[in-house]
Nanobody
Framework: QVQLVESGGGLVQAGGSLRLSCAVS????????MAWFRQAPEKEREFVGG????????RSANSVEGRFTISRDNAKNTVYLQMNSLKPEDTAVYYC??????????????????WGQGTQVTVSS
């Protein structure tokens, strides 16, 4: 079983920064990609960005491109989401997800098999 635990959320003013962490435990073999999603109340879960294990390739959604950065620390089994220039529209619960069935970094939430519990990010005006 794979377990993902997010941390690092909080309240920040617009223009500020936060770094989210996702610690992975359990069976960490054969990971294809890990990604960050976010979800506001009564809205669909939205792809934010992700990282593929082969080649250490990253990509982000257009809405956060240039502001958010994905990275990982294999020694700590941890993936990070560095969020800069935060906007009120970024307010959501942020989830870490993992998949090992598809190549690349899918943006569809239903293609990820394992999820963390989420961490709240609130950006004030």
């Amino acid at each position: 079983q794979v377990q993902l635990v997010e941390s690092g959320g909080g309240l920040v003013q617009a223009g500020g920064s936060l770094r989210l962490s996702c610690a992975v435990s359990g069976d960490t073999f054969s990971i294809y990609a890990m990604a960050w999603f976010r979800q506001a109340p009564e809205k669909e879960r939205e792809f934010v960005g992700g990282i593929a294990w082969p080649g250490d390739i990253t990509r982000s959604a257009n809405s956060v491109e240039g502001r958010f950065t994905i990275s990982r620390d294999n020694a700590k089994n941890t993936v990070y989401l560095q969020m800069n220039s935060l906007k009120p529209e970024d307010t959501a619960v942020y989830y870490c997800a993992l998949q090992r069935a598809y190549a690349g970094i899918p943006s569809r939430s239903d293609l990820y098999n394992y999820w963390g519990q989420g961490t709240q990010v609130t950006v004030s005006s």
